[in-house]
């Protein structure tokens, strides 16, 4: 059965710190796709990043990055100088990527990012 | 423009009455999705549909009802509302690889179910 796990219940840091999430995922599938959401205040699911299986190059975009390593089945979110802005609980998710697509999500990591 | 937008935001309504939560999207995606968000945050699949055909449906009561008319939309009947269905309601779309990976979903701004 297919699982992630974001042991990290809430997060709290002052502004200009790096953080990082964790997300630790189960599947028997070689074929699967991770995905990072992120749930404002407002409530909204914002969609981050999307990876394949196939492909560990970890990635950056702008104060954020992510790395992923099957050998350890994690597939981690740094943020780099935090801002009050990234506040949020974030969401790390499981596809097998057939017909049905479904995301398996994780419980979320709270972030609370003090001024 | 919104991509994928849902009516009503909030919903309050008494135990016993049935409702509807309406959605749509205007990316052109195949698939479109129901969730649900818990007190806890937590958030689960209810149901997904692709092209007006029902795919997954995640062990839901059969009080909850979707209705795709379209490709672009697609609806959630409950009835006989309980107090368990209180929750945030999202709906999702996605397109659909074909033997070539899966893509990411697209949510709508949730709806905040209330049942009193």
């Known amino acids: 059965a297919q699982k992630v796990t974001q042991a990290q219940t809430e997060i709290s840091v002052v502004e200009k710190e790096d953080v990082t999430l964790d997300c630790v995922y189960e599947t028997r599938d070689t074929t699967y796709y991770l995905f990072w959401y992120k749930q404002p205040p407002s409530g909204e699911l914002v969609f981050l990043i999307r990876?394949?299986?196939?492909?560990?190059q970890n990635e950056i975009s702008g104060r954020y990055s992510w790395n992923f390593q099957k050998s350890t089945s994690s597939f981690n979110f740094t943020i780099t100088a935090s801002q009050v802005v990234d506040s949020a609980v974030y969401f790390c998710?499981?596809?097998?990527?057939?017909?049905?697509?479904?995301?398996?999500f994780g419980t979320g990591t709270l972030l609370a990012v003090q001024p | 423009d919104t991509a994928v937008s849902q009516t009503p935001k909030y919903l309050v309504t008494q135990m016993g009455n049935d409702k509807s939560i309406k959605c749509e999207q205007n990316l052109g995606h195949d698939t479109m999705y129901w969730y649900k968000q818990d007190s806890k945050k937590f958030l689960k699949i209810m149901f997904s549909?692709?092209?007006?055909?029902?795919?997954i449906n995640e062990t839901v009561p059969n009080r909850f009802s979707p209705k795709s008319p379209d490709k672009a939309h697609l609806n959630l009947h409950i009835n006989s509302l309980e107090l368990g269905d209180s929750a945030v309601y999202f709906c999702?779309?996605?397109?659909?690889?074909?033997?070539?990976?899966?893509?990411?979903?697209?949510f709508g701004p949730g709806t905040r179910l209330t049942v009193t």
């Open positions: 549909y692709n092209n007006k055909e029902l795919i």
């Open positions: 990876r394949n299986s196939f492909d560990e």
């Open positions: 999702a779309s996605s397109q659909v690889g074909t033997g070539q990976g899966t893509y990411e979903q697209y």
């Open positions: 998710a499981l596809s097998d990527g057939g017909a049905t697509n479904k995301l398996i």
